[in-house]
């Protein structure tokens, strides 16, 4: 490993050494998988290459090699999380939340079993080791890249778009060849586009059948790196992994099935993700197909050939439609979460695909109206298809708008405490005038105005959180003015200006940000509500959920012209009074950016009024 030597300063380089952990974590991971796959070989393998090393031998030099890295890899972890301490705590603590994790799984300690079991020539028991090393493996790799929930949820959703995309033009398809079906087109054309149908749907389904498997293995990753049982059963294995050191090959067969009947067991308990991953660990060690085909329906279709479908396609519908409508309710998820709508989507696209199927036979033997009402069934389970994934859409949609409502009120309130600190600060120097002048009261006011800055600066963060989201137009708005505010009243303070009119801009902020932490709040009780009172769902278009609701927009457009009018009156009152004259260049100036403030208000109230975001 190269050693890295930066400060906490140099945050390119700590950003770096973020990606080179995912990445290092990433290579042991794929690491592992090559090895396992390289323990069942070689077990199968009796004689030994004349000179050289044996395959177990560079098997042992590759897991020695893993092991070194591991062990590096765990400094690094501790090392990276002092430097992000100051800068970036959050992240700090989910670097020491892995390195805690993977002390309490003993992975190190698994690593150098794991080299001991070569070396006494028990390959299978390393490679039962080394399963399980692997799904550990994957739960910290999880863990760490939980930090990237919010980009991950941007990711699931242009995915889900995407299905959703080709599942309309599969509805579109469906209700022209129907049509046509319907008018007494060429038949034989008809079948061919058909069967061509049939085979999009397979492919959609095979996708999505993938898809679902992701999200279930990520749900029992994050469960299993977030509760304590996961921890005790990690341990109990390698507890029994440690005992069964001695080389007896029947013990070895005992603890797969040790291991298979605990699993088993948490099973009935947690969701279908866990035998999802624990299926992909066994694709990962060289059991492909013939492993799969030999699992219950519940396995992902998708790991199939072409042809394998259709021995699971007569035992869930043998009687065609009752016999589909029967089987659905026992083996569809029942869950209302992201991973069970998938599968429900996965298994009303393969119901599609049998009807399209069933309407080309129907086609072939010149039964026009049978194959109307087989493609007439086929619409409708695309149909509830396409619900399905809208309401997938939708919930990942409340799940966004709730992350980012939580981020956002977190960092308005921190600039609300800073700033009202500031403006009793100022307060405070404005009320001696007689000391305005002494180096300790500049000094006062340099410092107060690099506060003033932190919270611009955290102005900024804010409105491109909202402007990434883009679907707040007044809540982007107030934020860039309390922005500017910020700048402005910062370089005032530098220059030791404590005067009214400084500290006027300052209570402007204090109120844009508590009418937005006040929006905010209200948007969150209206989502929790929403979640209570709602039952079954309901479909819903992309993006339709907004950040606030209209009323909450208006209500901060109202908010901003006040504030303007008010502005307005104070500089108009400065001038009666003689305190500032019109030709002045900062009032010109200020004058200047209330009169951009106004138009701004005013594009604002137009693009809600029109439903336009940003």
Known sequence: MTRVHCKASDSRSVLARGTELRLWIGNIFTTFGVLLGCFLASSSLHAEPVGGPTPEDRLIAREEAVGQQFRELEKSLLRLADLLASSDPKRSTLLRKVFERARDLGLEDRLDLIVTQLKDGQLLKAGVSQALSLEELRQLLDLLESGDAQKRLINTKEEVKQYLSKLNKLISRQREVEGETESGADEKRLSDRQDSLANDTEGLSREIGSFAQRLESREGSEKAGAQPPAKTKADENDDASRDDSEPKTENSGNDKDKKSDSSGESDKKEKSGTEKSDDTQKSSAGKNSEEAESKPSEGDPSEGSPSSPKPSESSESPQGESGASESAPQSEPQGDDEASRAQRTRKRLKSAEERMREARKKLDDAKRRDAGQEQQKALEEL???????????????????????????????????????????????????????????????????????????????????????????????????????ARQVAARLSRTDVSATTQGIQRDIVTGLQEMLSALEKAQRDQQASEKGQSGGRPAEPGEQPLVDKLSELKMIRSLQMRVNTRTKRFSKLLADGKERAEEPELLDALDRLSQRQEKIQQATRDIVVGRTE
């Open 383 to 485: 149909e509830t298809a396409r619900a399905e994934l809208e309401e997938i859409l939708r919930q990942l949609r409340e799940e966004e708008v709730e992350r980012l409502l939580v981020q956002l009120e977190t960092r308005l309130r921190g600039m609300l405490r800073i700033q009202k600190a500031v403006l009793a600060a100022t307060e405070k120097i404005a009320s001696d005038e007689s000391r305005l002048a002494d180096r300790e009261t500049q000094i006062e006011a340099s410092r107060i105005s690099r506060d003033q800055t932190t919270v611009a600066n955290d102005a900024e963060r804010a409105l491109a959180m909202v402007r990434d989201d883009g679907s707040a137009v007044a809540i982007a708005e107030a934020i860039e003015q309390v922005r500017d505010d």
